[in-house]
């Protein structure tokens, strides 16, 4: 399944006012275990930063392992997996 599906499918979406929502995609989890948030919506670092259907980025965080292909995209490379 590819990261767009799974947010449409697991994503909840949730109204807060007119205008603004806050929306939640469980953790991904990997065949091989590795483990990681993935969020888009308003208020995330995605693009679009809206609730869409599709998403060219989207914000990935606490991660289970370090994993190489993230590095370049940490705010912090000194604490990877936090």
Known sequence: ?????????????????????????????CND???M???????LYSEPRDVADSYEEAEVG???AEE??????AEDEENLCG
């Open 1 to 29: 399944m590819k990261i767009n599906e799974f947010i449409q499918k697991y994503r909840t979406v949730t109204k807060l006012v007119p205008g603004l929502t806050s929306s939640h995609t469980p953790h991904v989890i």
């Open 33 to 35: 275990g590795f483990e």
């Open 37 to 43: 948030s993935v969020q888009a919506g308003q208020s």
């Open 62 to 64: 606490f991660p289970s």
């Open 68 to 73: 190489s292909l993230l590095t370049p995209y």
